[in-house]
């Protein structure tokens, strides 16, 4: 790298731990509704792509073992983002559906997270492997995984 270039490339390491500086140790976002609307977004395109999956395993969408494994691969990293975006005082700030429980009860809300993210690598794994049966029981697991922290952490409604 020229001289120039590799001074470029430290002052913008350099600003970027000035930004982070700046924000409090805990949050990774400016503002709550930003942190609100990153998990939001991330559900659903998380829901996106892993109905996608699920319709082929019902049968409601002709099998495609390349579809499916291409859609396993997002689903495989978007599910790791959501958790980060439940930091303290994100309870409010825009229309949600995160109940109280999920700070009063955050290592079990945490555990929901890597439950789901466990039942991910085994569809990931099985939508390498191609084979329908697999697919569909690991399919199975993964819906289990989210129903289960809806169950306890989502509300119906907005508020
Ligand atoms: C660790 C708990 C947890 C797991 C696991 C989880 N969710 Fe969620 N999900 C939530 C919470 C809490 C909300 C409400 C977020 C909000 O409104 O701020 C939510 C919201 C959603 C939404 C609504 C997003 C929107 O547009 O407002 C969808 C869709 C969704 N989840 C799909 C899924 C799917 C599909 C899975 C499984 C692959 C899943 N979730 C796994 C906790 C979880």
Redesign the pocket.
């Known amino acids: 790298m020229e001289k120039r270039k590799l001074l470029i490339a430290a002052s913008c390491v350099a600003s970027m731990v000035g930004l982070c500086a700046a924000l409090p140790a805990h949050a990774q976002f400016q503002k709550p509704e930003h942190a ?1 609307k990153y ?3 991330s ?2 395109i ?3 792509h ?2 996608r999956i699920a319709a082929m395993a019902n049968g409601k969408v002709p099998f495609d073992a390349k579809a499916v494994a291409a859609n396993a691969e997002v ?1 495989s990293m978007i ?1 790791k983002l ?2 980060a ?2 930091g303290e005082g ?1 309870d409010k700030g ?6 109280p429980e ?1 700070w009063k009860e955050s290592a079990k ?9 466990g ?2 690598a085994k569809l990931d794994a099985a939508a390498k492997g191609g084979n329908l049966d697999q697919i569909k029981a690991a399919v199975g697991g ?2 289990q ?6 169950d ?4 119906d409604d ?1 508020k």
């Open positions: 609100i998990r939001q977004s559900m659903s998380l829901a996106t892993f109905g689903v599910a959501p958790l975006a439940f994100t825009l229309p949600t559906r995160a109940k999920i809300f945490k555990e929901a997270s890597d439950k789901m993210i039942e991910i993964v819906g995984s989210c129903k289960a922290c809806h306890s952490f989502q509300n907005l």
